[in-house]
């Protein structure tokens, strides 16, 4: 037995010092016990340096001066702050430089005595990176804002040489040069709007290439209607302005996708669970979608039970059933099926949504849900690479379970298993 434990000892010890994260405990005065080796490097003291020393010796001013009284208070009172709960706090290296790191603490009781283990998870490299891509954000906000306004001016001068135009034959030819002149600095003023997609980092190389052809078809369009100015062009112009409508539309999903993304890793997802009929939603999203859909596509919904009665998140169920329609639509060929199917059981209900598209290649199966990633037969196919990460945390925040087969060439079914009262687990 005793063979037993010591070699448990050791197995324990052995997972403590391969953490990447820092593990500290300390007793009851704050004075550290144990540290492991991330622990170690990650405040650049040496493990005899910091067994012994009191903890607050880890934390800037005016932490390290209450830090004892925070810890008397608690095992006075049995009132949290931080216990059970984790929040993000700054460190103190032995070198006086701070860092940030996400600090977890849990509490263990023993028979004479109480130990505190603190997880150290280091956010230095997050907080940077967000700082650079804050930055990076900024300064894409201001070109596209120089490049709207430039756009402005020069569609402006447009609609004067289209008034122009109207007068006489020798100041139609002069309009002419002028807007031909005009047109040519609009191409000009494209190619410098591409050449911003050679940003380093990938979420704004992404973000620009994704803008850069719904933008390209509303400039060439304006320039064109333009054109188009007599009745017997009134139809060439309207197919203009549905190309202006897609474009926008396009654009408007490529900044829903950014914007749940920003809305995901801030934590700012608050959700409003209320009761609702699961099958008419699901209805009601698949009228939404039917405009959209490619030329001879439908969906044809199929249910266990007329009425599906769930308590959930209704904002969140919405944004996974379009976007995996969407999905559905776009990886499939005209005049495809896509079918919906619900099953609902006592706790539960399942939503299988399956297309007759291009598929996945076995390959890339375990990256789908990456964020960023697309399938090596979709890269000329438009999208961010987001939506099947924001539908699966979506799906892990109402608490529920997503998964896919998928063959090429043979489309892809996506089961979504859901609970149908939704409990808060933070609470």
């Known amino acids: 037995m005793s063979n037993n ?8 010890r052995a997972i403590l010092e391969s953490a990447v994260d820092g593990i500290i405990t300390i007793d009851s005065n704050g004075m550290i016990k144990s540290a492991n080796k991330s622990a170690v490097r990650l405040f650049g003291y040496d493990i005899s340096e910091m067994l012994g020393m009191n903890v607050s010796s880890l934390m800037p001013e005016p932490h390290r001066t209450n830090h004892h009284k925070y810890v ?15 929040r993000e706090v700054l460190g103190l290296r032995k070198d006086g430089q701070q860092f940030p790191f996400w600090l977890s603490v849990g509490e263990v009781k023993l028979k004479d005595e109480r130990i505190f283990t603190g997880i150290i998870h280091d956010v230095s490299e997050l907080k940077d990176t967000q700082s650079r891509l804050l930055e990076l954000n900024q300064k894409l906000e201001k070109k596209v804002e120089e490049r709207t306004n430039k756009i402005a001016e020069i569609v402006n001068k447009l609609l004067e040489t ?18 031909q002149e005009s047109q040519e600095e609009l191409q000009s003023l494209l190619k410098k709007e591409k050449e911003l997609g050679n940003l380093k980092s990938r979420f704004v190389t992404l973000a620009s290439h994704e803008f850069r052809t719904p933008l390209s078809n509303i400039l060439s369009s304006v320039s064109l209607i333009a054109r188009y100015d007599s009745d017997d062009l009134l139809e060439k112009r309207q197919r203009h302005i549905d190309k202006i409508k897609d474009s926008v539309r396009n ?22 669970p209320h009761e609702f009929d699961f099958v008419e939603k699901c209805r009601e999203e698949i009228d939404y979608i039917s405009d959209s859909l490619k030329p001879g596509q439908t969906i044809e919904l199929k249910f266990d039970k007329e009425i599906i009665n769930i308590y959930s998140d209704l904002t969140l169920i919405k944004n996974i059933l379009i976007n995996l329609l969407s999905n559905a639509s776009k990886y499939s060929a005209h005049g495809k099926q896509i079918l919906v199917h619900i099953k609902d059981d006592r706790l539960n209900f399942n ?17 789908m849900f990456d964020r960023f990633f697309r399938a090596s037969n979709a890269i000329n196919i438009q999208g961010t690479g987001l939506g099947l990460n924001i539908v699966k945390s979506y799906v892990d925040l109402l608490g529920g379970e997503i998964s896919f087969v998928s063959n090429v060439d043979n489309g892809s079914t996506f089961e979504i298993k859901l609970p149908k009262k939704y409990i808060d687990q933070h609470e």
């Open 351 to 367: 939503i299988k949504i399956s297309d007759q598209g291009i598929g996945i290649p076995e390959g890339d199966h375990k990256y």
């Open 72 to 86: 008397s208070k608690y095992i006075e009172t049995g009132n949290a702050k931080i216990i059970g709960i984790g």
């Open 251 to 272: 654009l408007n999903n490529i900044l829903n996708d950014f914007l749940s993304l920003s809305k995901i890793e801030e934590g700012r997802i608050l959700l409003q």
């Open 5 to 12: 434990q010591y070699t448990d000892g050791q197995l324990l």
């Open 162 to 179: 289209n008034k122009n135009l109207e007068s006489e034959i020798v100041e139609r030819k002069k309009a002419e040069a002028s807007l």
